[in-house]
């Protein structure tokens, strides 16, 4: 068989094989979420948030919009050096995210079904 036709066998074969990954997936939420930064960020997101009362009023005096939380979780990166990860029964992680010319870090404790938001601070 020349190498041409070999070609060309591969091809519709590959055609055939991404229009039916499309198909199968296209109704479905996939992501992939495989780096530590990513996993534990989505970890965080499906779990109801709150904020106590030292976060909030943090918030609040400056201004700030709790919508920032959402937007840090989705575009944030974790600081594992400087999170908490060994303790029982909740994780405490400490992510960052860029707001404007500042940095937003958020100190979350990641519990079975909740995620304390414990406090925020805003740097220059």
Do not use: W
């Amino acid at each position: 068989m020349k190498l041409i036709h070999r070609i060309g066998y591969f091809s519709v074969g590959l055609f055939f094989g991404i229009v039916i990954l499309l198909f199968f997936l296209s109704g479905k939420k996939t992501s992939c979420d495989y780096s530590p930064d990513a996993r534990v960020l989505k970890n965080i997101r499906i779990k109801e948030r709150i904020f106590t009362e030292e976060a909030f009023s943090y918030f609040e005096n400056n201004k700030l919009d709790t919508a920032l939380v959402s937007q840090s979780l989705e575009y944030g990166d974790v600081d594992f050096s400087r999170s908490n990860t060994d303790t029982e029964p909740c994780n405490i992680y400490l992510i960052t995210n860029k707001v404007d010319s500042a940095i937003l870090e958020l100190q979350i404790e990641n519990c079975d079904s909740t995620a304390t938001i414990q406090k925020a601070t805003l740097k220059d």
